[in-house]
């Protein structure tokens, strides 16, 4: 369906960017299963307890120049219906969300810049005690996490639901000129779930 998107929309670079997010995110979806998969079955072919699957997740981080890419051109419509009270209202509600995370890795940084290290007298001379840069780190290193996961996780949903808050569609239905083609892809996506 993102290719469908991607060559009824290029005249629309906003809408490109958003339908090669999407290809981008179903692609991946795809390369990290088989890649599951094929560990599974590896796993069986060595007559290993269990399979290495971890290494799949590392494809995950090619979803993120996507989700950027998207979200450039998500962004870029926003802008334009931000007068209507959904989107706005959606807006203000996933930026303040993530901002939380934001929130955090600006403390990190203020308490590493305003932090001193405390002394103490042993013996006649100055000894540093606590070691307070580890938290210093956490709080900084967390924060910048935490606003990743929490943008990368949300973005999705927020993309999904400004665009149908801006068409009217919140859920989705298809208008008439393709629908044959929504529902066919609807019903071959979903016939997976019957196979053991």
């Known amino acids: 369906m ?3 998107s991607i060559v009824r929309c290029k005249n629309t670079w906003q809408l490109l960017a958003i339908a090669i997010w999407k290809m981008s995110m179903s692609l991946l979806n795809g390369i990290t299963a088989v890649h599951a998969a094929c560990a599974i079955l590896m796993r069986d072919f060595d007559h290993k307890e269990k399979a290495n699957t971890g290494k799949a997740a590392w494809w995950l981080l090619l979803y993120i120049p996507g989700m950027f890419t998207g979200m450039v051109g998500l962004m870029s ?4 219906h931000i007068h ?3 989107v706005r209202k959606l807006t203000i ?3 303040c969300i993530v901002g939380g995370g934001v929130i955090l ?3 990190g940084i203020w308490r590493s810049i305003t932090r001193k290290p405390k002394y103490t007298l042993v013996n006649g001379n100055r000894k540093k005690v606590g070691d307070d840069e580890d938290t210093v780190l956490v709080w900084g290193f967390g924060g910048f996490a935490i606003s990743v996961f ?3 996780v ?3 949903f927020y993309s999904d639901w400004a665009l149908g808050m801006m068409t009217d569609n919140l859920i989705g239905l298809p208008s008439g000129d393709n629908s044959a083609l929504f529902w066919s892809y609807f019903v071959a996506k979903r016939l997976t779930m019957f196979s053991w």
């Open 93 to 95: 509600s996933f930026y």
């Open 105 to 107: 890795l600006l403390i």
């Open 154 to 156: 949300l973005a999705a």
């Open 150 to 152: 929490l943008f990368t």
């Open 77 to 80: 419509l926003v802008v334009k």
């Open 84 to 86: 209507e009270g959904g």
């Open 2 to 4: 993102s290719i469908f």
